[in-house]
């Protein structure tokens, strides 16, 4: 099994934080490049961060620097840190092996004004 599992999403503020994490399961982990994407009602998903193996990350422009992407390859996990969050930031997230097919189920994040 190559699965991914998101957390940690909720109801935040305009102005506050969340922090995000997907566990990711089989033996696939460590030698790939990591994504968070994600998707609000009505409107494409996009990529919004990446991490390389190496440990090299990328943003999106509408999220550099306010948000801080992380992996930890012995727990076989990454993270989203997610500052100043603004009512734009509201979507589904969701984590990917960036040149693989495999997503997570998604976890909401709604940022209010």
């Known amino acids: 099994q190559v699965q991914l599992v998101e957390s940690g999403g909720g109801l935040v503020q305009a102005g506050g934080s969340l922090r995000l994490s997907c566990a990711a399961s089989?033996?696939?982990?460590?030698?790939?490049?990591m994504a968070w994407y994600r998707q609000a009602p009505g409107k494409q998903r996009e990529l919004v961060a990446f991490i390389t193996s190496g440990g090299t990350t990328n943003y999106a422009d509408s999220v550099k620097g306010r948000f801080s992407i992380s992996r930890d390859n012995a727990k076989k996990t990454i993270d989203l840190q997610m500052n100043s969050l603004k009512p734009e930031d509201t979507a589904v997230y969701y984590c990917?092996?960036?040149?693989?097919?495999?997503w997570g189920q998604g976890t909401q994040v709604t940022v209010s004004s």
């Open positions: 990917k092996y960036f040149a693989r097919n495999i």
């Open positions: 089989g033996s696939i982990f460590s030698s790939n490049t």
